[in-house]
């Protein structure tokens, strides 16, 4: 199984930046998707998730309204669209997977690292 995460970068602050994670090996429709991230010095966090079918999703307060997950099951792929960024959104963000909301996820992807600059 491998989790692909791409479209980091450094942007300034109010910017935006859309995330990829593209998925194989896995059968990409049985997993809910989700976005984690990893600032220095601090524990990982949870982003964002999304079904499998993508009828739901589920965000962090810190991001709700600003950051939309959205994934295209024909491409094994999911996306996290990050408007508005502020510098406390900086970090290592991962993609992985499980098997449904609550349970541990499978599998991590290798990281993508975003830098806002205030």
């Known amino acids: 199984v491998q989790l692909q995460a791409s479209g980091g970068g450094l942007v300034q602050a109010g910017g935006s930046l859309r995330l990829s994670c593209a998925a194989s090996g896995l059968s990409f429709t049985n997993y809910l998707m989700a976005w984690f991230r990893q600032a220095p010095e601090k524990e990982r966090e949870f982003v964002a998730a999304?079904?499998?079918?993508?009828?739901?999703?589920f965000y962090a307060d810190s991001v709700k309204g600003r950051f939309t997950i959205s994934r295209d099951n024909a491409k094994n792929t999911v996306y996290l669209q990050m408007n508005s960024l502020k510098a406390e959104d900086t970090g290592v963000y991962y993609c992985?997977?499980?098997?449904?909301?609550?349970?541990?996820?499978?599998?991590w992807g290798q990281g993508t690292q975003v830098t806002v600059s205030s």
């Open positions: 992985a997977a499980t098997a449904a909301w609550g349970y541990e996820y499978n599998y």
């Open positions: 999304v079904t499998s079918s993508g009828g739901r999703t």
